[in-house]
């Protein structure tokens, strides 16, 4: 339970590399946030005490569910980032721009 607020602030930091927080209200990023914090420590969310605080906050659970997919796709890119591609992928960028041309 100690590393929950580290992860919690760790995933809200990295909303700040996104254009989420102007997409959406602080408290949206909050909830989605705590629910992906939970989701990533326990591998799942089946506690239904939890389950019960997540459906009585007033929040659109639409717009939580699509900041968790889009947090997400986010740790998916940086996943399958690799720093020594990158010149070669603008090499092959700028090479079909001046074939274009």
């Known amino acids: 339970?100690?590393?929950?607020?580290?992860?919690?602030?760790?995933?809200?930091n990295g909303t700040y590399l996104t254009n989420l927080i102007s997409i959406y209200p602080p408290h949206v990023i909050a909830v989605a946030t705590t629910l992906l914090s939970r989701v990533i420590d326990q591998g799942h969310q089946s506690d239904t005490e939890a389950q019960q605080w997540y459906a009585d906050l007033n929040v659109e659970i639409?717009?939580?569910l699509q900041v968790v997919n889009?947090?997400?796709a986010l740790y998916e890119y940086w996943n399958d980032y690799a720093e020594p591609k990158m010149p070669d992928a603008v090499s092959k960028y700028i090479a079909d721009i001046a074939a274009s041309v």
């Open 1 to 12: 339970m100690e590393e929950e607020p580290q992860m919690i602030l760790s995933i809200i």
């Open 70 to 72: 889009d947090m997400l």
């Open 62 to 64: 639409t717009d939580v």
